[in-house]
């Protein structure tokens, strides 16, 4: 079964934009705290973004400035929108959910920045 289905990756020249979408089943959509990873190739998975139900939205330091996590209430989707990107930004983008009893996890969008 799916419950965060993700879209918007693809290929962008160095200095381009993306905006990523992930739309969430409405009951973790509003119970769990949202947030976006990423891993590259031959690399750990690591935190992109990550917004809390009762905190402020943090960053890792290496999108700051650069990266944007908003979200739609409305439609039950949160936005990763990625500008100024870098070759480095060359990743598989994951969705995320912590909820109380479980991690998800969406399939994945691929980025690449040439």
């Known amino acids: 079964h799916v419950q965060l289905v993700e879209s918007g990756g693809g290929s962008v020249q160095a200095g381009g934009s993306l905006q990523l979408s992930c739309e969430a089943w409405?009951?973790?959509?509003?119970?769990?705290?949202m947030g976006w990873y990423r891993q590259a190739p031959g690399k750990e998975r690591e935190l992109v973004s990550r917004?809390?139900?009762?905190?402020?939205?943090t960053y890792a330091d290496s999108v700051k400035g650069r990266f944007t996590m908003s979200q739609d209430n409305a439609k039950n989707t949160i936005y990763l929108q990625m500008n100024n990107l870098k070759t480095e930004d060359t990743a598989i983008y994951y969705c995320?959910?912590?909820?109380?009893?479980?991690?998800?996890w969406g399939q994945g969008t691929q980025v690449t920045v040439s």
């Open positions: 995320s959910a912590q909820c109380l009893v479980a991690f998800h």
């Open positions: 917004a809390f139900k009762d905190g402020p939205t």
């Open positions: 409405k009951y973790i959509f509003r119970s769990c705290d």
